[in-house]
């Protein structure tokens, strides 16, 4: 993905011909949770393969808890059979509304129809193939947003800012509160 402006980090640039203005390629991010090492060994492969950066844990709380400081553009959660999957997106969606990519062990209807309500966004049963994981990677990640909001600068009017990355907007005297999407964008409009 390229970007034209000040604020993104810079991992890759080019002067354009012609006038100062500088390309920045920004490479997405993506989490992948997985409570199985050699599953959350070949998720990651495969989603470095397909372009992001790719940062991998097994515990989802631990993730979400450090949300503010390590925000990503994807998350693919694989839980163990055991785990609640519809209890770990709920988790998420109180937190981020990236898009979320759900690999699941028997995968009926009922539970699918749950996970998607829930806020998944695709649900895969395991086992899942490398090249269908990539390609419902790339859809989710061409129709995200064309600009992370973890990039774009925190914006100040008088007293109250807005923090794109959090969906926070604190306003002097009280508590800082999170934005819902809608609320966001309406705020975001130019």
Same mark, same amino acid.
């Given at each position: 993905? #390229?970007?034209?402006?000040? #604020?993104?980090?810079? /991992?890759? #640039?080019?002067?354009? @011909? ?11 991010? @993506? ?15 495969? /989603? ?25 553009? /994807? ?64 859809? /989710? ?50």
């Amino acid at each position: 993905m #390229y970007l034209i402006g000040p #604020y993104w980090s810079i /991992l890759n #640039y080019v002067p354009s @011909a012609g006038d100062k203005t500088l390309i920045m390629e920004i490479q997405m991010r @993506a989490i992948v949770i997985a409570s199985d090492q050699d599953e959350r060994e070949v998720f990651t492969l495969i /989603l470095r393969r397909s372009g992001l950066a790719v940062a991998a844990s097994s515990d989802p709380q631990r993730s979400l808890t450090n949300w503010t400081h390590h925000p990503a553009d /994807l998350m693919v959660i694989a839980p163990a059979e055991e785990q609640a999957p519809v209890k770990i997106i709920q988790e998420v969606r109180a937190v981020t509304q990236v898009p979320l990519l759900m690999i699941i062990d028997l995968l009926t209807e009922k539970t699918l129809c749950a996970l998607l309500k829930g806020g998944a966004d695709i649900v895969l049963g395991r086992p899942v193939s490398p090249q269908v994981l990539a390609a419902h990677v790339q859809v /989710l990640m061409r129709r995200s947003t064309a600009v992370p909001s973890f990039v774009l600068p925190i914006l100040a009017l008088n007293e109250i800012t807005l923090d794109p990355s959090t969906r926070m907007v604190t306003v002097p005297g009280q508590e800082p509160q999170r934005l819902t999407q809608l609320e966001f964008r309406l705020l975001c409009i130019p």
